[in-house]
């Protein structure tokens, strides 16, 4: 018989939509203060951005329902973002997720799953 663990998906595990919702609440607020990313989102309708962001986690940590928006690679070819952009923003999504008490195992596939769409978002 599987563990729980294993036949749970991400998305269950570190609670579902409800958790998605507060870690990208969180997540922006970080961002925003960030002077090394904030500038792409000056311009941006930050309810709607949110909103693309849940879906994408939500997702990407297995939830049981379809991505609608751009693909990584095309969502982000316009903004020439770096290495740099890339790590602050996986910072800043780690640490969100430490501030909830999600536990590090579960952290540590999360970023696993952003590691798996770098490439993608630097268009590299």
């Known amino acids: 018989m599987e563990s729980t663990t294993t036949t749970q998906t991400l998305f269950n595990r570190i609670g579902g939509m409800n958790a998605v919702d507060a870690a990208v ?6 961002v925003m203060m960030d002077d090394r990313i904030n500038h792409f989102f000056f311009h ?10 849940k879906a994408f986690l939500a997702f990407a940590f297995g939830a049981p329902f379809p991505y609608p928006g751009l693909a990584m690679r095309e969502a982000n070819q316009h903004m020439h973002l770096t290495e740099d952009h890339f790590n602050a923003v996986a910072e800043h999504l780690a640490s969100t997720l430490k501030e909830l008490n999600v536990p590090q195992p579960l952290v540590d596939e999360v970023v696993k799953v952003v590691m798996s769409v770098k490439d993608d978002v630097l268009n590299a």
């Open 25 to 30: 609440e969180i997540f922006y607020s970080k």
């Open 44 to 53: 941006i309708d930050m309810t709607k951005q949110s909103g693309k962001m």
